[in-house]
Structure formats: C-alpha cells, structure tokens
T-cell receptor, first 119, second 113 residues
C-alpha cells in the first residue's frame, strides 16, 4: 500500500520547452504533496508544497512562474517546468501524505523521481 | 529556522560489522519528529526508522536503531550486522507540526565484503 507513482521517470528535451511531471497517489488520497529537487550527490531541497484545491506554497528562492504546480484532485499533483534551460536539469522527486494517517510521525510516501535533462 | 546537519559525507563498513551515522539538528521546538531515510542507487527514498521527540525510548527496527539525545539535539543511526544491500545514501530528516520534511546533507555509506 501507499504507492506514489511519478511520471515520466526520465525526460530529455530541448532548451525552451516546457515539461510536465506527474505525481499520483495510487491507493490513497493526499491533500498535500511535496516537490523536491535533488542535484547529484546532494540532498533533497523542498521546492514547494502542493495543496489540493488551492495555490501551492513555494519555498524561498523558488520561482513560481518557472515551476508551475497544480493539485486539482486528491490523487494528482503536477509540476511544470516552463521554458526549461540546462540549469533546470536535475532530479525531481514528489512525496505525499495519506489524509487518513494521523500524526506527523507518519511517513511521507515518495515517488521514484524524474530525471530531467535539458539540452 | 530548523536545520539538520550530517557531518559525515561518507562512511564505510565491512559486511557484518556495525556502523553509526551521525545527525544533529537545531530547533527551538519541544515536540517534533525525526526520520532516517535511505536512498539506494535507484534513488527511491525508503523510510528506515522514525522517532517521536516526546518518547525517551530509542526506536529500533530490526538491525537499525537510533541513539536519540534530545538535550544534545543528536539523532544517530546505528546499523548492526551490515549487509551489502545497506549501501546507499542516508538522510536524516526533521519534521515539526507540518508535513514539511527538512533533510540533512546526507551520508554515503559503502559496505565492503
């Protein structure tokens, strides 16, 4: 149980294009999902908190217009990297918490990540 | 602001031996949660163990245990009887009263046969 599916797992595209990454909770509902970015051999940096039915909350330094987040249902959040450039190349990971879980000691469930390469 | 520090970028251990990974954190809160996550080469994040700050007893999960020192703000992970499959990046993480996780910089663990 508690599976989070992230798609695509790997994408290569040309500079200037927009790329959409999906994060789905397959067997639970998630009012909140999280988007992280991870550079090689570095830690996960939280980019934004995706809230179902409302605007995402972005961390300091993250461009809202660059990284568009939509959380239209209780099982799907999308991250769109707009007008992507080589510096946007990175590993992007999403996570979700089950609305049925009580307490903040309950784990977040992570997707397998998306490797984004911008040429 | 809360921060999480892992001072060991890399550690190595021989198979069947024991290794301890260090983690310290900074917070002014009294009630929070701590986690250790493992990230193997597949890059999937796997929860290893978790600890509630209000619990004095150290958490254990099979070969994995923690040494939680609340006053010192220290949360180390001990891996006993290390196995080749334990080789991975290990991240310490902190959570307060939101879902948001704050991760440390990670420790790469190598396991030698």
């Amino acid at each position: 149980g508690a599976v989070v599916s992230q798609h695509p797992s790997w994408v290569i595209c040309k500079s200037g294009t927009s790329v959409k990454i999906e994060c789905r909770s397959l067997d639970f509902q998630a009012t909140t999902m999280f988007w992280y970015r991870q550079f090689p051999k570095q830690s996960l940096m939280l980019m934004a908190t995706s809230n179902e039915g409302s605007k995402a909350t972005y961390e300091q330094g993250v461009e809202k217009d660059k990284f568009l987040i939509n959380h239209a249902s209780l099982t799907l959040s999308t991250l769109t990297v707009t007008s992507a450039h080589p510096e946007d190349s990175s590993f992007y990971i999403c996570s979700a918490s089950n609305v049925a879980d009580r307490g903040f000691n309950q784990p977040q469930h992570f997707g397998d990540g998306t490797r984004l390469s911008i040429l | 602001a809360q921060t999480v520090t892992q001072s060991q970028p890399e550690m190595s251990v021989q198979e069947a031996e024991t290794v301890t990974l260090s983690c310290t954190y900074d917070t002014s809160e009294s009630d929070y949660y701590l986690f250790w996550y493992k990230q193997p080469p597949s890059r999937q994040m796997i929860l290893v163990i978790r600890q509630e700050a209000y619990k004095q007893q150290n958490a254990t999960e099979n070969r994995f245990s923690v040494n939680f020192q609340k006053a010192a703000k220290s949360f180390s992970l001990k891996i006993s009887d290390s196995q080749l499959g334990d080789a991975a990046m290990y991240f310490c993480a902190y959570r307060f009263n939101t879902d948001k996780l704050i991760f440390g910089t990670g420790t790469r663990l190598q396991v030698f046969p």
